[in-house]
């Protein structure tokens, strides 16, 4: 529910409030019995009730989105500052990457689509992005994994990243 919505509904429950309790001192002057002055006064502090809650439920929501919000801004500094930090070493690896690249021998084109697969991209997000069929994306896989003696994009990427995911001692 939204906040016009628990706007409006809680607009509503007000106005029931008000004729309800209008009604409870007009049956109290004309001298109507305890439970109907009861009954009436149970429908207004019902009203009250979830009016209370209501606004209760946007004030949480409200932090909630506020908390939210933050976390998200303090997250997306943590990716700016480890993109930073470690800018050097991936452009290094980058450097590596291609120099590895050229020593098979790869065309220029070989290393851009040797790069997007080591990124993930499939045959067909790679013809897109280049501008070709995805028949000749396959056909520039199959021949980098030939040059680079792999059998597919399993190994080419672990042919770079194998000895850089090992996992860390710990002298703890």
Known sequence: MNSKERKFISAILFAIIVITTADIISDYHEGSTWW????????????????????????????NLEEQVKTNERLQKENEKWKEQSRKFLDGLSLAIDHQLSEWKLTVSEKEVAFLLLKGLSLKEIATARNTSEKTARAQSIAIYAKAGVSGRSELSAFFLEDLLVPQNSNS
């Open 36 to 63: 109907h002055l009861l009954a009436e006064a149970l429908v207004a502090l019902s009203s009250a009730a979830a009016i209370f809650y209501l606004i209760s439920g946007s004030f949480i929501l409200k932090h």
